[in-house]
C-alpha cells in the first residue's frame, strides 16, 4: 500500500483503524491495494518489518534515552537490543496475524500508553482469526473473605458485563454480572499478568490489567496469541454462591465475526458515554479520515496545532473489542433510558447522607447535573469522556460554568473517570474557565525529528499573524541547536509558546462575561487508572496550580503525544508512537508516572458499584 502525500508520516497524528481500501482523488491520495497479507511471511519480509520499526523508534520516540536509563521502566534495555530481542523471537513465527501480534509484545516491552501498532488495510477471510467465550469482561477487585468480623481480603476479578448478542442459547451458563474469580486454577490477576500484560503494557499496572481483563474474553489473532486450549475452566461467584464453569473457546474468523455481531446488533447504533468510551476515541473509518486530510489542507501553515488538537488520547487498543464496543454499547444506554440503571451520579446521590434534588443540565457533550441540598446548598456535576469537540465543546462548557455561577454552586465535580484525553488546546481553554488567575503551564520536551521541526517552520513561514511566525521561528531556532548538539530531546518549551495565544485568550472576559467559575467554589476532579493523556495533563495542572482536590487513583502516565507512522512495508501497519514528554512544573516527566489523587480510592473496587464512593467523597469535601 502506497501513500502519494509524504506529509502524512511528517506531520499528522492519524489513529485509524480503517478496514477498506482508500480512495481519496479530490485530495490527491491514492492507497493502492489491500495490504494486509493472509500468507506466511518469510525471514527477509520479517527483517524488513522490524527495521522499520525500530527504525521509525530510533528517529522518532522521545522517551529512547530515559527509558533505557536504570532507573526507568524497562532497566538497561537499549533500542538496539530491543531490536535483537523482537528480531530472534521471531524466527519461529510465520503466519502473518500472529507475526503482527508479535509485533505488538515487541512494541508494548516499551511500557508506553501511546505506543501501539494497528493494522491497515481490508481484513480478508482468512486473515485474522478471534477467539472469544460469549460475553465480555471488565477488571473490578472484591473483597474476598466472607467473614466480616475479618479484614477484607481485596483480589482482583472479571465481572461478565454483557453476554455477545451472539450468544442465544437460554441456558448459557454464564450470566452478565457474574464475577469470575479464577481461570484455569490461576487468580485472575496472575493469569492476566502471564497471558495479556505483554501485549497490553501501559506503563502502569492497574491500567494494563484492566485493558487485559477488557481482552479477556475476546481477542484477536493479530493482538494477542489466541488460546492454545480448546477449553477454559472459570470459577465464577454468582451472588455470594460459588459456581464452576467450563466453556470452550469459539475460534471464528474475523470477517464472520463482525457479520454475526452486525446482524445482532441493536436497532440504535450510537450510543453515549460508558465506562469504556474513554479507550475507543480517535479516527474510525473513512470519512473521519478524509475529513482530517481536508482540515489539513485548509490549516497549512498549523501544522504544530493539529499535532496538538489529534495527539493527546490514547487510542483503540484492540480493533474487535472496539467494534464489539460500538455495537453493545446501544443496550447499555437503552437500559439507563428505560430507568433500570442509574447513572454514576444517581446511584452517588441515592446512598448520600444529605438529601439531594438532581436536576439535568446536559449540553453535548458533557453530561451535567445541578445538585440541590435541602440546606439550600448547590453543586455542579461535569461528566466528559474525552476532550474532544473544539470550539463547540469550549463554549458549551463555559456555558455550563456561566449557569452554576448563576445557581452559586459551593462547588463543582469534574469526572474524568476513563477519560482517554484528547484535544491539549481545548483542554487548557477550559482549565482557563475554572480560575480568574493565570495559570502555570506545564512544559513539553519534543523529540528533534522531522515531524516537528516541519511544524515549526510551517507555522514560521504560514502562521496567521506576525507574532505566531515569530514565536515559530524562535522555537525553530532552539530545536536546530539542541539538534546540533546532539540532543534527540529539545530543552522544554512552554505550551504556550507551542500554541501562541490560545490558552490565555479566554480571560480578558472572564470577570464580565461569568464563564469563569466565582472565586470561592471548591473544585473536585475525580480521577482513575484509565484517566490518559490530556486528562493527565488536566490532573496535573489542577494539582500544581491547587485549583482543587483530587479525587481517585494514580492515573495512566500517558505523558505525551502521539504521532502516527504509516506503513510498513509488508503487513502495511501503522506505529503511533511517543513524540514528546510532559514536564510539569516540578520538572517530572508524566511519562509513567501519572498524577496521584489528595485522596486516595480503590477506583478498580468502586468500578465495580458505579464509582459511588468516589463521587461521594467528592461531594462530601464539597459541602
Same mark, same amino acid.
Given at each position: 500500500m502506497r !501513500?502519494?502525500?509524504?506529509?502524512?508520516?511528517?506531520?499528522?497524528?492519524?489513529?485509524?483503524h480503517v478496514t477498506q481500501c482508500l480512495a481519496a482523488f479530490g485530495l490527491g491520495i491514492t492507497l493502492i491495494g489491500c495490504?494486509?497479507?493472509?500468507?506466511?511471511?518469510?525471514?527477509?519480509?520479517?527483517?524488513?518489518?522490524?527495521?522499520?520499526?525500530?527504525? *521509525?523508534?530510533?528517529?522518532n520516540y522521545a522517551p529512547a534515552e530515559w527509558k533505557a536509563d536504570a532507573q526507568g521502566p524497562i532497566p538497561?534495555? *537499549?533500542?538496539?537490543?530491543?531490536?535483537?530481542?523482537? !528480531?530472534?523471537?521471531?524466527?519461529t513465527i510465520q503466519k502473518a496475524d500472529e507475526f503482527m501480534?508479535?509485533?505488538?509484545?515487541?512494541?508494548?516491552?516499551?511500557?508506553?500508553?501511546? *505506543?501501539r501498532i494497528s493494522g491497515m488495510g481490508q481484513v480478508l477471510p482468512e486473515t485474522i482469526q478471534v477467539a472469544h467465550l460469549g460475553f465480555q469482561t471488565q477488571l473490578v477487585r472484591f473483597d474476598a473473605n466472607t467473614d466480616e468480623a475479618k479484614p477484607p481480603r481485596l483480589e482482583y476479578g472479571l465481572r461478565v458485563v454483557q453476554i455477545l448478542p451472539t450468544t442465544t442459547d437460554t441456558k448459557f451458563p454464564v450470566k452478565e454480572g457474574d464475577l469470575i474469580t479464577k481461570v484455569d486454577g490461576r487468580d485472575v490477576q496472575v493469569y492476566l499478568r502471564e497471558e495479556?500484560?505483554?501485549?497490553?503494557?501501559?506503563?502502569?499496572?492497574?491500567?494494563?490489567?484492566?485493558?487485559?481483563?477488557?481482552?479477556?474474553?475476546?481477542r484477536d489473532s493479530s493482538t494477542a496469541p489466541l488460546p492454545k486450549a480448546q477449553d477454559v475452566s472459570l470459577e465464577i461467584n454468582r451472588e455470594g454462591t460459588l459456581v464452576s464453569v467450563q466453556l470452550p473457546w469459539n475460534h471464528i474468523d474475523h470477517v464472520e465475526f463482525n457479520k454475526a455481531l452486525e446482524a445482532a446488533k441493536p436497532k440504535a447504533t450510537e450510543a453515549s458515554a460508558n465506562n469504556f468510551r474513554g479507550y475507543w476515541v480517535g479516527f474510525d473509518g473513512v470519512d473521519a479520515l478524509l475529513g482530517l486530510l481536508q482540515k489539513y489542507r485548509s490549516q497549512i501553515g498549523e501544522r504544530v496545532r493539529l499535532l496538538l488538537?489529534?495527539?493527546?488520547?490514547?487510542?483503540? &487498543?484492540?480493533?474487535?473489542?472496539?467494534q464489539a464496543r460500538r455495537l453493545l454499547a446501544a443496550q447499555e444506554d437503552e437500559k439507563q433510558e428505560k430507568g433500570k440503571e442509574l447513572t454514576s451520579i444517581e446511584s452517588a446521590i441515592e446512598e448520600f447522607t444529605t438529601p439531594m434534588e438532581i436536576f439535568d443540565v446536559s449540553v453535548e457533550p458533557f453530561k451535567a447535573k445541578l445538585l440541590l441540598a435541602q440546606d439550600g446548598s448547590r453543586l455542579g456535576y461535569i461528566k466528559f469522556d474525552s476532550f474532544s469537540g473544539g470550539d463547540e465543546a469550549l463554549k458549551a462548557f463555559r456555558g455550563l460554568i456561566a449557569r452554576f455561577n448563576k445557581s452559586q454552586v459551593k462547588g463543582l465535580i469534574i469526572d474524568l473517570l476513563d477519560n482517554g484525553g484528547g484535544d491539549l488546546i481545548l483542554g487548557m481553554q477550559m482549565l482557563n474557565s475554572l480560575s480568574i488567575k493565570?495559570?502555570?503551564?506545564?512544559?513539553?520536551? !519534543?523529540?528533534?525529528?522531522?515531524n516537528w521541526l516541519n511544524s515549526f517552520k510551517s507555522d514560521s513561514l504560514y502562521a496567521a499573524s506576525d507574532a505566531q511566525r515569530t514565536l515559530a521561528k524562535?522555537? &525553530?531556532?532552539?530545536?536546530?541547536?539542541?539538534?546540533a548538539a546532539g540532543r534527540r530531546l529539545s530543552q522544554p518549551i512552554s505550551v504556550t509558546e507551542l500554541s501562541p495565544f490560545d490558552f490565555d485568550s479566554l480571560k480578558t472576559d472572564c470577570e464580565t462575561s461569568g464563564k469563569c467559575l466565582r472565586k470561592g467554589a471548591k473544585i473536585s476532579v475525580l480521577i482513575n487508572e484509565t484517566c490518559a493523556s490530556m486528562c493527565d495533563i488536566f490532573a496535573a495542572v489542577v494539582r500544581d496550580n491547587q485549583l482543587g482536590r483530587l479525587f481517585g487513583s494514580q492515573t495512566m502516565g500517558a505523558g505525551g503525544n502521539v504521532v502516527s507512522h504509516a506503513f510498513s512495508p509488508v503487513t502495511k501497519m501503522i506505529l503511533g508512537q511517543t513524540e514528546s514528554l510532559i514536564v510539569d512544573v516540578s520538572g517530572q516527566y508524566l511519562e509513567n508516572r501519572g498524577v496521584k489523587p489528595d485522596q486516595s480510592i480503590d477506583t478498580l473496587m468502586d468500578r465495580d458499584q458505579n464509582y459511588v464512593d468516589t463521587i461521594r467523597s467528592a461531594m462530601k469535601w464539597s459541602l
Open positions: !501513500l502519494a502525500l509524504s506529509f502524512l508520516r511528517s506531520s499528522l497524528s492519524l489513529r485509524v495490504g494486509y497479507p493472509g500468507r506466511d511471511l518469510g525471514p527477509v519480509e520479517k527483517a524488513a518489518e522490524i527495521e522499520w520499526l525500530y527504525g *521509525t523508534f530510533e528517529r538497561g534495555v *537499549t533500542l538496539a537490543q530491543a531490536k535483537q530481542d523482537c !528480531l530472534a523471537q521471531s524466527a501480534a508479535h509485533m505488538s509484545r515487541c512494541v508494548n516491552r516499551f511500557a508506553d500508553a501511546h *505506543t495479556l500484560m505483554p501485549y497490553f503494557n501501559l506503563g502502569h499496572e492497574p491500567a494494563s490489567l484492566v485493558m487485559s481483563g477488557q481482552a479477556f474474553a475476546l488538537t489529534n495527539g493527546f488520547r490514547v487510542y483503540n &487498543l484492540n480493533a474487535t473489542i472496539a493565570s495559570l502555570q503551564y506545564p512544559k513539553m520536551q !519534543l523529540a528533534l525529528n522531522d524562535r522555537v &525553530l531556532t532552539q530545536m536546530r541547536q539542541d539538534m
